[in-house]
């Protein structure tokens, strides 16, 4: 699409979507709550993302993920806030971020509010960012959001103040946490999903037979692998937390939505003792999680 063609366009899609979300179909919709995003506000953004159709409609499927990205975004607010107080440009990273839902809606953000922000969105799959530059380009975003085809790890890019993980499956999360720690990110902000390490590690105890007061959970296949994952998380927030961030966890969307729920939010702060980990750890059958090695030696 040209330049001419893309602004005839977007100046077209604009006018339906305006037409289209009188204040009452707006109040219906947003269930007379303050939302950050409103599709008579953001109409090149929410179609980029899937969520408006071509007559600036929303569909049910797609309400339960807009109202889901306003709740993400409404958390995140007061930190980035705190982070554009301190840097007059602010560098995030979006980990894994597959279809740059989380990307671009921080950057339409900050351009609405009139901050300083530059995205980097990270994924290994080529075909994965050619999408997500695709999707920028229709939301009018490029020259805040750049993308690599890389790991966090191998990130050519310095001087980053915050980085986040929506839905980054098993040991990915780790990674990011990880990557997060080393590069000196003031902000990690991680959704994790599809845990397993600590299941996969529960599991070869009990097909050891190995005794303790937690074996009737590693011996239940379902017990082991819903408890694992809270489990993960806890030992994720005691690996942060001794690695010198205040950390919360909390429920991000409603469980209706998605039972993988569960955002761990961790700012710069000061470092407490490994030991809470340790004992974490003893308590649930020895098993710990490589994250603990990464840190440990960062």
Not at 118 to 123: A, F, K, P, S
Request: aromatic residues 4%.
């Amino acid at each position: 699409m040209t330049p001419e063609t893309h602004a005839a366009w977007a100046s077209h899609f604009t006018a339906i979507a305006r037409a289209y979300w009188t204040p009452a179909r707006t109040r219906e919709l947003t269930g007379g709550k303050a939302l950050q995003i409103l599709p008579g506000e953001a109409p090149l953004l929410l179609r980029a993302l899937g969520l408006l159709h071509r007559d600036a409609s929303m569909p049910p499927p797609q309400v339960r993920k807009y109202l889901q990205i306003n709740h993400m975004v409404r958390l995140l607010e007061p930190d980035l806030a705190r982070l554009h107080a301190r840097h007059p440009v602010v560098r995030l990273v979006d980990a894994g971020c597959g279809r740059s839902y989380l990307t671009l809606l921080l950057a339409w953000c900050a351009r609405h509010r009139g901050d300083r922000l530059e995205v980097i969105g990270v994924d290994r799959n080529r075909d994965v960012i050619a999408e997500c530059e695709r999707r920028t380009a229709i939301a009018e975003l490029s020259d805040l959001v750049t993308y690599q085809a890389t790991t966090l790890d191998a990130l050519a890019v310095t001087g980053i103040h915050g980085v986040v993980a929506l839905h980054a499956c098993d040991t990915a999360t780790c990674d990011a946490i990880a990557s997060s720690v080393a590069c000196g990110a003031e902000l990690i902000a991680v959704a994790p999903c599809c845990q397993a390490e600590l299941a996969r590690g529960w599991t070869a105890l009990a097909e050891r037979g190995a005794a303790g007061a937690f074996a009737p959970i590693w011996q239940a296949p379902h017990l082991r692998r819903e408890l694992a994952a809270h489990v993960t998380d806890a030992m994720r927030t005691l690996l942060l937390r001794a690695a010198g961030y205040d950390v919360t966890a909390m429920q991000f969307i409603a469980a209706e939505h998605s039972a993988k729920n569960t955002l761990l939010r961790a700012v710069r702060g000061s470092a407490t003792s490994r030991a809470d980990y340790d004992a974490l750890v003893a308590a649930t059958g020895g098993v710990g999680l490589g994250l603990a090695d990464r840190l440990a030696s960062a």
